[in-house]
């Protein structure tokens, strides 16, 4: 074999030399190289021309010694902008005196580019003067996002590492868009692609743009159930979260696909089937499956049904002294026979464990044994309670109260230190301090452990909310000028739990203050007191020959005290001292017209019956009292428990006026479950005249100002006082001047004289049931209901009407008169004509259904009902839409 041909480089990699030519070149090229592992080469070679087949083998040189490896001298570190040099120094492990070698060299390679502060890192040696020459990763300048409008930059800079004055790298950057592209992912917008871009910048400096493209939410089109043998999957699909995209489901959060929704709906499909007896059930497999277009999501769960048990024997077995486990087991709801129902377990297991609270054992251990038989498909239960120590409360913390003082709290409490704990006081303690509407509605006593295995610590850690009510209305008439209307009360005045209120009206047509303080616990003891002073001035006007005349005149000053004590815990009387001093006058000029004896009477045809019944001037002395029974878990927004007011007023202590009254409601709530709350609310009252005031008939002798009257805001779907006895007059268009004959009646109600009277008797029924909404609805405050109101207000003596009749102008004063003539004798002008009817003075339920919805908005508690009448009588005043407004600090 030639041994050209043969030659292999110090590595151990072949060389092929062509010929005897090229010997010269490649021992040249073998000698130049630097990857020999620094092993010089010396090579000789005879002239090219020399003959081959004569020239003996040329002899190759011996190998060179290895060159002795180098020691660091000196570490440089250049093209540093921000970074000390002693600092780059300390990133790396190679130091001066340490042996340089090309393992050597990648390590500092690895150290700084490890530290995530280089953008590019090159190592030279030069005779052991190591050089190290580095670019710096520019500075984050600022993070701009483009392309967001579903999630808001306050949404997305908190969640990403990068941000202005940090190091840029673009592992950073990689994370930071992965990190955005699952905020998206949890909104359901799957499609959401991110691009990232930098911006450079003086002084070392960039702009890190991401543009966003946010695409469409991704929305579940299909649920598909297989192996469901029992129900079908329309039903199995109503026990979920998630529900499928639909044109009416447009506002729904559920259609949009969220993993962790797809995890809870397997528990709820678990929890429904264990429900209805299904024990072995489970789900073999739910998948989600992005369709190609990343627009919408088909999911499809594999279930597997099993059979259905009945319970078997069901027993308690007490290891507490003061629990016999036979006559437990007898009251429980779990019965042999029935079909098994895992809720019911629950609720089982929750309500021995609140009985033995309510014996003192706080911690008692309440654990259902199942015994499952699968041959006669029974599952027997055995209630174990295993013993524990009686418990005593050891302290009450009061947490997060700033404003609201410790006693406020502390006095809701049923349960003191040191008294032995009962659950069922517990409960009724937080349901007192949720009632208060200072503090979030779920706040609930927690229980913690004590300093002794018998002892127990009591935290009611709150969380304040605004518990004052402002509201206000301006407006501005030719007439009236500035209209200014506004009230605020504040419901914990001073963190003490006072109750303190002002409200004032105030226009060139009426004024009226009214102030107003409660304390409920007066000297800290459990009586409330409250008191209430106002004044009101009512002023009425018209124009006429551009002078200003007063008509109409009220002004009303009083004020009333009321305290109450408790009774029970539940049960509490309230008395109260009423008196106001009233006085209405009306100008004679416009409303008097003379009597058959010449003698000026007010006239019902000019003023109207309202303003003709009230007049004069009175005093009211009113003396009450009431008994509440009240056992609401929250008095602001009750989910269960009831409530009943009974009171009386009598009026005769003194003043003018004579009448007893008595009213009562009373209310129910329950909690359906799923947040339907269901509530029932019923009231009524009734008046009687303790004295005569005239011998005629069609005036009644309750007084029009003291009797009920019903519509709007109580009876939804009728106008304020729309509903009860009324006088209609219906004015006619089109008559002749002369002697008022033709004409026809307007059929616009806007255009008739409603005077509403009011009736002696009222009832009034309301069913609700309030409807939960999403978790973005509910974050929003609204609260939807459904509504069905009836009631009626009745019983007025009949007035006396005038059928059609005709008003004229007085050619001489220019005044509305009945007199056909002036006082020269020459025929006035008919003026008005119209025609007076009574009605509406019926028993008859007033039936209305609708639907409404709280809204607790940015700018105050906002209410809006719309409501359809299903019944009514002739005279009722009907109104489709109500809504009414305020604001809370």
Not at 28 to 54: E, H, K, Y
Not at 522 to 539: E, K, P, Q
Not at 585 to 595: E, F, G, H, I, V
Not at 668 to 673: A, D, K, P, Q, T
């Amino acid at each position: 074999m030639n041994a050209w041909n043969s030659l292999r480089s110090a590595g151990g990699m072949p060389i092929t030399v062509n010929g005897p030519n090229n010997v010269a070149a490649t021992l040249a090229a073998l000698a130049a190289s630097t990857c020999l592992a620094g092993m010089p080469i010396a090579a000789s070679a005879q002239a090219a021309d020399a003959p081959a087949a004569t020239a003996p083998a040329p002899a190759l040189a011996p190998a060179a010694a290895p060159a002795p490896v180098e020691l660091v001298r000196s570490i440089t570190i250049s093209g540093a902008q921000r970074l000390e040099a002693d600092t780059i120094r300390s990133y790396i492990r190679l130091k001066e005196g340490d042996r340089y070698t090309q393992a050597a060299a990648d390590q500092v390679l690895k150290d700084l580019y490890a530290t995530e502060l280089f953008a590019d890192v090159q190592v030279r040696d030069a005779g052991g003067d190591v050089v190290i020459e580095v670019k710096e990763n520019p500075v984050v300048n600022r993070i701009i996002l483009e392309g967001n409008k579903r999630l808001k930059e306050d949404k997305i800079l908190p969640e990403i590492k990068l941000a202005a004055r940090q190091i840029f790298t673009r592992s950073k950057v990689r994370a930071d868009v992965s990190r955005i592209i699952e905020l998206y992912k949890r909104q359901g917008r799957f499609a959401a692609s991110i691009e990232p871009k930098m911006v450079m910048l003086d002084q070392n400096r960039v702009d890190i743009v991401f543009e966003i493209n946010e695409g469409p939410k991704s929305r579940v089109r299909q649920i598909n159930i297989i192996g469901n043998q029992t129900f079908n999957s329309t039903k199995l699909r109503s026990e979920m979260v998630t529900k499928q995209a639909r044109v009416f489901r447009v506002f729904s959060s559920g259609t949009s696909y969220d993993p962790d929704r797809l995890a809870f709906d397997q528990q709820k499909l678990r929890q429904f089937y264990l429900t209805n007896g299904y024990a072995d059930f489970r789900v073999v497999s739910a998948v989600a499956e992005l369709t190609p277009d990343k627009r919408d999501f088909i999911i499809t769960y594999v279930v597997e049904e099993g059979q259905r048990y009945k319970f078997g024997d069901v027993k308690v077995d007490s290891q507490l002294r003061d629990f016999d486990g036979d006559a437990l087991a007898k009251r429980l709801p779990l019965k042999a026979g029935s079909w098994y129902n895992a809720k019911q377990v629950e609720d089982t297991v929750d309500s021995l464990t609140e009985t033995a609270g309510s014996f003192g054992y706080a911690f008692a251990d309440v654990r259902p044994d199942f015994n499952r038989n699968k041959d006669d498909l029974t599952m027997s239960v055995t209630f174990r309670i295993a013993e524990a120590p009686r418990v005593y409360v050891e302290r009450v913390d009061v947490n997060g109260n700033t404003l609201t003082q410790d006693k406020v709290i502390r006095r809701e409490f049923r349960v003191a230190e040191g008294d032995a704990f009962n659950s069922f006081q517990i409960k009724r303690s937080s349901n007192r301090v949720k009632s208060l509407g200072y503090f979030q509605e779920k706040f609930e006593v927690e229980q913690k452990p004590g300093s002794a295995q018998d002892r127990i610590v009591l935290e009611a850690n709150v969380e304040e909310r605004p518990t004052g009510q402002l509201q206000l209305s301006a407006g501005f008439s030719s007439l009236e000028s500035f209209i200014f209307q506004a009230s605020i009360q504040q419901n914990n005045f001073r963190g003490r739990g006072q109750t303190i209120g002002l409200s004032v009206d105030y226009s060139r047509f009426s004024r009226s203050v009214q102030v107003s303080f409660t304390e409920p616990y007066l000297f800290d003891r459990n009586v409330s007191l409250g008191v209430d002073i106002y004044r009101r001035d009512f002023n009425s006007f018209n124009f006429f020959n551009s002078n200003r005349n007063t008509t109409y005149k009220q002004s009303t000053t009083g004020f009333q005290v009321r305290a109450g004590l408790p009774l029970t815990e539940y049960a509490s009387l309230i008395g109260r001292y009423t008196l106001n001093l009233e006085n209405v006058t009306l100008d004679r000029d416009t409303y008097y017209l003379p009597d058959a004896n010449g003698v000026p009477q007010c006239s019902i045809f000019l003023a109207g019956r309202y303003l003709c019944d009230a007049i004069g001037k009175r005093t009211s002395s009113i003396l009450g009292a009431s008994v509440v029974y009240d056992t609401l878990d929250n008095r602001l927004r009750p989910t269960n428990g009831s409530q009943a007011v009974v009171g009386i007023d009598f009026a005769g202590l003194g003043g003018s006026v004579r009448y007893a009254r008595i009213s009562a409601n009373a209310s129910r709530f329950f909690s359906l479950g799923k947040g339907f709350v269901f509530s029932l609310r019923g009231e009524g009252g009734a008046i009687k005249a303790l004295s005569n005031r005239t011998n005629d008939p069609t005036i009644d002798d309750v007084r029009l100002t003291d009797r009920f009257f019903l519509g709007q805001p109580q009876l939804r779907g009728f106008d304020i006082r729309g509903v009860g006895p009324r006088v209609l007059r219906q004015f006619y268009s089109g008559f002749d001047p002369r002697d008022g004959t033709g004409g026809v009646t307007s059929p616009d109600r806007n255009q008739w004289v409603d005077d509403a009277l009011g009736g002696k008797i009222y009832y009034l029924t309301h069913a609700e049931l309030e409807i939960p909404l999403g978790a973005g609805a509910r974050e929003l405050g609204l609260r939807p209901s459904i509504f069905v109101d009836a009631g009626a207000v009745f019983s007025v003596a009949r007035p006396a009407t005038s059928g059609t009749t005709l008003l004229y102008q007085d050619n001489v004063t220019g005044r509305l008169t009945t007199a056909s003539a002036d006082s020269t004798g020459k025929a006035n002008n008919v003026a008005q004509k119209f025609d007076e009817s009574f009605l509406g003075d019926s028993p008859k339920p007033r039936i209305s259904v609708g639907i409404g919805v709280n809204w607790n908005s940015p700018f105050g508690p906002f209410r809006i009902d719309i409501a359809k009448v299903l019944s009514q009588v002739d005279g009722d005043d009907p109104q489709t839409v109500n809504f009414n407004v305020g604001t809370q600090f």
